[in-house]
C-alpha cells in the first residue's frame, strides 16, 4: 500500500516536474570542492561510490561523503613533487602542458582501474597501486595527441574508447576553434590486450565525449562544433558504419549512459552567436535518439556552459570546465 502511495505520489511529482520545471531547482544542491580546485570537467564512481572528479588544476579528487568531503586521490604529472608544488589549485593556462587537466574520466568496474583522458597527456590509467597516472598511449602513428577529451569504456570487455577534441586547440583560442568550424577531432579504440590504439573516425567537429552503448554494439561520439552527435557501429550488419543519432540546436558535450540505458548529454544552446554565450540544458534521450526530456540548467549556472551530466543511483552530477566554477551540482530528479 504504502508503496504503491509513493509510486502514484512520484508519477504525480514527475508530472508536476514535466509542467512546472523551475521546481527542479528545489532538488538541486552543490557540493563544494577543495580550496583552490576548479573546474570539475568529468566525473567517475567505482563500486563503493565517488564521484571520483578531474578538476583544472591536474588533480582527480575522490568525493567520500558529506562529513570528510573531497580528497586528492591521483594527479596525473610526471613527477609527485612538482605537481604538488607547481599545480595544486593553479589556475594558470600555460601550466597545462605540466601539470595535465584530467578531462574524461572512466571506471572499468572489473579491473578496478580508472581511465582517464588528459587534455594533455593523453590516455592515462590509474590503479590501486600508486598516486600517479600510467601512460598507456601519447599519441598515435607518432604524432602525440593535442587535446583528449574524453573516455568511455565498453562495459563488457575493457575496451576503451576515447577522444580528442581538435589538434589546433588551445585553452586560449576556444572561441576561435568554434567559429572557425574545426573539424580534426577524431574517436580512437585502446585495446588493453593488445595494446594498440586504433583511429576509428577522424575529421569530427570537435569530438567531446564518447559513450558506449549497454550491449556494446555502437558507440556514441557527440561534436561540439557540429552540434550533432553520430552514432558509430561496432558490431552487427551495420559495423564500421557511421550515421547521424541526433542534432542539436546547441552544443552537445559529454555523453553518458544511465543505468536505464538512456543518455544524457550537457548541452550548451547558443543565445547568442557574436558573443557565444549560451544556456546550459541537461537534455536525456533514449537509445532510438528521440529526446525524452530537457531541463534548463540557467537557475544554478547562469550562462555558464555545462560538460557532463552523469546518473549515479538516480542522482545527477553536473560538471562544468569553467574556472569559476567551484562545486559538483547534483540533481535528485531529471
Ligand atoms: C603562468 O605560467 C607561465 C609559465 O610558467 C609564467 O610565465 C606566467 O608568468 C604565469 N602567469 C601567471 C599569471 O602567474
Ligand atoms: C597510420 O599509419 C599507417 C601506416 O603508415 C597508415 O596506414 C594509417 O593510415 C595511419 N593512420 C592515421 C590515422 O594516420
Ligand atoms: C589556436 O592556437 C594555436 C596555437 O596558437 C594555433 O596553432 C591554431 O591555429 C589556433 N586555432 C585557430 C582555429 O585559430
Ligand atoms: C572495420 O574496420 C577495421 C579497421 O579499419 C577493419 O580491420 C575491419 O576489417 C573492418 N570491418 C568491416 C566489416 O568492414
Ligand atoms: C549579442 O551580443 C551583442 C554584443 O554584446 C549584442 O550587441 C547583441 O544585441 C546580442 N544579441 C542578442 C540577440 O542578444
Ligand atoms: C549568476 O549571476 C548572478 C548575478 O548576475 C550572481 O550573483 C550569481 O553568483 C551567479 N551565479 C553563479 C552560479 O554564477
Ligand atoms: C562564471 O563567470 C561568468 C562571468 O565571468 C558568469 O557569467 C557566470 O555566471 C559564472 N558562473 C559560475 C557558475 O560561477
Wanted: hydrophobic share 45%; proline share 4%.
Amino acid at each position: 500500500m504504502a508503496t504503491l502511495f509513493s509510486l502514484v505520489l512520484t508519477k504525480v511529482a514527475i508530472l508536476l516536474l514535466c509542467i512546472a520545471p523551475i521546481s527542479l531547482s528545489l532538488t538541486f544542491k552543490k557540493i563544494p570542492l577543495p580550496t583552490g580546485a576548479t573546474g570539475p570537467a568529468s566525473f567517475a564512481f567505482d563500486l563503493f561510490g565517488g564521484p571520483y572528479v578531474g578538476v583544472q588544476d591536474s588533480r582527480i579528487l575522490k568525493y567520500e561523503g558529506p562529513t570528510t568531503g573531497f580528497i586528492n586521490v591521483f594527479f596525473v604529472g610526471n613527477l609527485i613533487d612538482q605537481v604538488e608544488a607547481v599545480c595544486d589549485g593553479q589556475t594558470n593556462d600555460s601550466l597545462g602542458p605540466t601539470c595535465g587537466w584530467p578531462f574524461g574520466l572512466d571506471f572499468n568496474i572489473l579491473t578496478q582501474q580508472l581511465y582517464v583522458a588528459d587534455a594533455y597527456f593523453g590516455l592515462l590509467v590509474v590503479g590501486s597501486n600508486g598516486r600517479l597516472g600510467t601512460i598507456l598511449a601519447s599519441g598515435v602513428n607518432g604524432t602525440r595527441f593535442r587535446f583528449l577529451n574524453s573516455v568511455g569504456l565498453d562495459p563488457l570487455i575493457g575496451v576503451v574508447y576515447f577522444t580528442e577534441f581538435s589538434v589546433v586547440y588551445q585553452l586560449s583560442n576556444i572561441t576561435q576553434v568554434i567559429l572557425n568550424g574545426d573539424a580534426t577531432g577524431s574517436l580512437l579504440k585502446y585495446d588493453p590486450k593488445t595494446r594498440q590504439v586504433t583511429v576509428l573516425l577522424t575529421r569530427l567537429f570537435g569530438a567531446a565525449r564518447v559513450a558506449v552503448s549497454a550491449n556494446g554494439a555502437f558507440v556514441l561520439v557527440s561534436e561540439q562544433i557540429g552540434q550533432r552527435i553520430q552514432r558509430f557501429w561496432i558490431k552487427g550488419p551495420k559495423r564500421n558504419t557511421t550515421e547521424t543519432f541526433i542534432t542539436f540546436q546547441g552544443r552537445p558535450n559529454k555523453i553518458t549512459r544511465t543505468g536505464l540505458g538512456d543518455f544524457l548529454v550537457a548541452v550548451n544552446v547558443i543565445t547568442n552567436q557574436s558573443t557565444q554565450n549560451v544556456l546550459p540544458t541537461v537534455v536525456r534521450i533514449n537509445a532510438f535518439g528521440t529526446v525524452v526530456k530537457r531541463v534548463a540548467l540557467d537557475r544554478q549556472y547562469n550562462d555558464t556552459g555545462v560538460t557532463e551530466v552523469i546518473d549515479h543511483l538516480g542522482e545527477y552530477y553536473i560538471g562544468s570546465q569553467y574556472v569559476n566554477v567551484t562545486f559538483v551540482g547534483v540533481y535528485g530528479i531529471l
